[in-house]
């Protein structure tokens, strides 16, 4: 079998190879630099090594070239470089981390991979302008707070309820901060809250401890 996967490889890469030659040599695409074709090619060769092999670092390696050769291929097509590599710098390898933990089905992936992730959505929020002002740190908790909700959606069978709780907490600042309320309000309806919040805790615990019985 694994025999097989090597012909398999070998066959798809001199395939890729002889793709490159051929567009080099016989079409002609006005806004694509040819030259930066052949990092694609590389990266593809590399992303199957890893699907074929499960080799960590063709995985990196293949996703870090490819992303550069995805940027120098269109040299005539105008975006802002700063908002796009900025958050990438944090997205790729959290996109590396997931595919990692689905692999290998290693929990020790999906956290990095999905904290990542969304700081990288955070990332890209702030340096193109979407977010401002006061929704900066709103977006901020929001962001961290869904990375332990995905977390717990992608991981449940292992993790277990526990990302529920930061995520929730997270999302709950975000929220206070997108509200405006201030800290002498929060301190003011402090002492109406903690009976309320502790009931609501104390019930969550009877109730899954029912459940498990």
Do not use: C
């Not at 692999?103 to 979407?130: A, E, Q, R, T």
């Not at 995905?150 to 069978?157: D, K, L, N, Q």
């Amino acid at each position: 079998m694994s025999n097989r996967k090597n012909q398999v490889l070998i066959g798809i890469i001199i395939v890729v190879i002889g793709l490159f030659a051929f567009i080099s040599e016989w079409i002609n695409i006005p806004f694509i630099r040819k030259d930066n074709l052949f990092a694609l090619f590389v990266a593809t060769a590399l992303l199957l090594l890893y699907y074929t092999k499960k080799k960590p670092w063709a995985l990196v390696v293949g996703m870090i070239i490819g992303f550069f050769g995805v940027l120098g291929i269109f040299p005539s097509l105008y975006f802002n470089t700063g908002t796009f590599i900025a958050p990438m710098i944090f997205i790729m390898p959290g996109i590396i981390f997931f595919i990692l933990y689905y692999s290998k089905n290693n929990i020790g992936f999906l956290i990095p991979g999905s904290i990542l992730i969304w700081f990288g959505i955070f990332i890209f929020l702030v340096v193109s302008g979407l977010t401002r002002g006061i929704m900066i740190p709103t977006v901020f908790f929001g962001s961290l707070g869904a990375a332990f909700l995905s977390i717990y959606i992608f991981g449940r069978h292992k993790t277990g309820k526990w990302p529920l709780i930061p995520g929730g907490i997270l999302l709950g600042l975000g929220f206070l901060i997108f509200a405006g309320v201030s800290v002498g309000f929060i301190f003011g309806l402090g002492p109406k809250l903690i009976p309320v919040t502790l009931i609501i805790v104390g019930l969550l615990i009877v109730v899954s401890n029912s459940k498990k019985q």
